[in-house]
């Protein structure tokens, strides 16, 4: 990718650079992330369609998922590298990335006590029998004849990657994971060797590293993924960062690089992937103030960073030396030679919704909500196979299943006309990219759009879709992606439905982001839906009444949201007041005329008034908007419905489904 002319458009970001031996072709380097595609420790085709998507892609570097070394930590969700079983597996996987010209580099880590499963950890080990702050799983405390059979297994472990043409490893020490625990003192209670003062928490981490640099020698890199601030009162804050940085630069023969992350095990665990509820790229400021401490040691620059523009930034006013990107070499693996060829719309720009992070959480393996095809064989470079007899297909719609069913048909050869209600596209994703966190969201549909214009799709939009205007369009085949609309709650009789007076969450959400008045009194949101653009609904109606009620029939709010993104929206919804009343239901309107709302418990039936209520309006479950099907199948053309409109689901469902009904149309 380098040649010895500057890159015209990022000339730090692809400039190469000397670590540990060897020479990264560029400063873009591809954050750990579990995948779940390995299996009984073996990788799976998907896992090394993923890796070689990302080296073929332009990264310089890539480093895996944690790799399964010691006798304690036998995962099988891990790759083998605990005895030479599974050397031939790790050479695999090397040899991909390496000939495509990129490095792999493997994760030394194991997760302690932490936790955020359901569920405890009964095999957990830590520095001390301390509760986790999130799972309350309380660890057997590791002895030091323990501490050193770990270090070694690790170094041996590390000894194999490099047989195995690993170029390196990554220590993961933050995170809140087990190296994160002996160096925190709020975890670290012990009174030998390994705990006390500063000197004594970080002897484990400190013997690690030069026991892997004595194992494996030089070329070898070994690189630090440190804790800053994570968030948990007695723990680690940003000056014990700095102490920790200052006693390690004296181990600066044995370690190539280090970077610093945010969060913990606790409810500071959502600081570990920022969101577009917060301020860009956040952590850049606090990483060049620790770089300070030793700016010899070259640092890596990490969070929120989603364009090549931040990279560059990055890198060239101080901060650090090398990027670190994770989420957004999911969306797009071929991130870096787009970057590089000034190619930045043709880039599928991660949205930061943490969707990834759920389907690992959840065990399906990894996906993403704006990328359909993670771990394809052909990822970085779809070129889809043409169809030999091309068709008319008619999408009806204008979201975000519309238009990847139709940029992906029209990709494959078919002539598609788009024909929806709306002028602007996106669909209810384009409501929620206007609401708060959710501009993002944008970068779906744009990318989407694009493509369909690129590729000759028609559009038709601005006119409501019927039946005959479809038919007139002279389809052989329509994709019905007409969404969903929100439903009437069993608590709203038909009469106050009628009214107009209890819109639903959208409706409102629509009016409120065209005012910016302040309503004094109190609006009731009932929350039936319990999905990320409900609580972001939350949030405006904040700003537009001086007092809201979220009031939900089940137990907690959030319930279908992801630990890590519910933990932010707590959050911020405590932090604007909002208060939130759970396991109720409305037990009737009859006396909002008094500014009055009844909600009754939904286990023993108590009522309670909810008073100063000027407004309520509800997030209710979807019913789809599928009228015409049956319409169009009677005329005799063959439709297949996608996304809200088969059934209400979500974003990743919507594109994936869509995407996987056009490669067949």
């Known amino acids: 990718m380098n040649g010895t002319v500057p890159n015209p458009h990022y000339p730090a970001l692809f400039s190469p650079v000397s670590l540990g031996g060897h020479t990264l072709r560029n400063r873009i380097i591809h954050a750990s992330i579990v995948t779940k595609y390995v299996v009984n420790h073996a990788p799976t085709e998907a896992l090394l369609n993923y890796y070689r998507s990302r080296a073929a892609g332009g990264a310089a570097a890539i480093i895996t998922e944690p790799v399964a070394m010691t006798a304690h930590n036998r995962i099988s969700s891990r790759l083998r590298a605990w005895d030479d079983g599974g050397l031939d597996d790790l050479k695999r996987a090397a040899d991909i990335v390496n000939g495509e010209g990129a490095l792999l580099l493997g994760q030394v880590q194991d997760s302690g006590r932490g936790r955020h499963s359901v569920g405890r950890n009964d095999g957990a080990v830590g520095a001390s029998a301390l509760p986790d702050d999130l799972s309350w799983t309380v660890p057997a405390a590791l002895s030091v004849m323990e501490i050193d059979d770990m270090i070694a297994d690790w170094a041996v472990g590390c000894a194999r990657l490099q047989s195995s043409g690993f170029a390196g490893v990554e220590i993961s020490a933050g995170h809140g994971h087990l190296f994160h625990q002996f160096l925190s003192p709020w975890s670290n209670r012990r009174e030998d060797d390994f705990g006390g003062d500063l000197t004594g928490r970080l002897r484990f981490l400190s013997q690690l590293i030069s026991a892997i640099r004595q194992e494996c020698g030089y070329p070898f890199i070994i690189g630090l993924k440190l804790p800053a601030e994570d968030g948990v009162e007695g723990g680690i804050d940003l000056a014990l960062a700095k102490e920790i940085a200052t006693q390690l630069a004296k181990q600066r023969a044995e370690f190539d690089s280090w970077t610093w992350v945010w969060g913990a095990h606790a409810r500071s665990l959502y600081k570990h992937l920022p969101d577009a509820h917060g301020e860009r790229h956040p952590y850049l400021s606090h990483i060049a103030e620790l770089r300070a401490v030793a700016p010899d040691i070259p640092t890596g620059a990490i969070g929120y960073i989603t364009d090549p523009n931040e990279c560059e930034t990055a890198l060239t006013d101080g901060t650090a030396d090398l990027v670190f990107l994770g989420r957004p070499l999911i969306t797009d693996p071929a991130f870096p030679i787009k970057s590089e060829q000034g190619r930045e719309a043709d880039i599928r720009y991660c949205v930061s919704c943490n969707t990834c992070w759920r389907s690992i959480i959840d065990g399906s393996g990894l996906a993403c909500d704006n990328n ?81 214009k690129r590729h000759g799709c028609e559009f038709v939009l601005g006119r409501h879709a019927t039946a005959e205007d479809v038919l007139a369009l002279q389809p052989d085949e329509v994709v019905l992606a007409t969404g969903s609309r929100s439903g009437q709650p069993s608590w709203l009789s038909d009469e106050w439905a009628a009214s107009g007076l209890i819109p639903s969450a959208r409706e409102m959400a629509a009016t409120l982001l065209e005012r910016n008045d302040m309503t004094e009194g ?13 609580y972001a609904i939350a949030e405006l109606l904040a700003a537009r009444f001086s007092a809201v009620t979220v009031v939900t029939s089940r137990e907690r709010i959030a319930h279908d949201v992801s630990l890590i993104n519910r933990q932010g929206i707590y959050q911020r919804l405590h932090d604007l007041g909002i208060e939130i009343l759970c396991n109720v239901e409305p037990a009737g309107l009859d006396a909002l005329e008094e500014g009055q709302l009844a909600v009754r418990n939904v286990y023993n039936g108590v009522i309670q008034r909810v008073e100063d209520v000027v407004a309520v309006t509800h997030a209710s479950s979807r019913i789809p908007n599928n009228e015409l099907q049956p319409i169009l199948e009677a005329a005799g053309i063959p439709v297949t419905a996608v996304g809200d409109c088969r059934a209400p689901r979500s974003l990743l469902a919507t594109t994936r489904e869509a995407y996987e009904v056009a490669c067949h149309v």
């Open 522 to 534: 109190r609006v009731v949101l009932v929350d039936q839906d319990h999905s990320e653009m409900t």
């Open 372 to 452: 359909p095809r993670v771990g394809a064989a052909d990822e970085h470079n779809w070129r889809p196979d043409q169809v030999a007899s091309p068709k008319h297909i008619v999408v009806v719609g204008t979201g975000v299943a519309a238009l990847e069913a139709a940029h992906t048909a029209a990709r494959r050869g078919h002539r598609v006309t788009v024909a929806g209600d709306d002028a602007q596209v996106g669909g209810k994703t384009w409501l929620h990219a206007g609401l708060p966190g959710g501009e993002n969201l944008s970068s779906v549909y744009d990318y989407q759009y694009l493509m369909a």
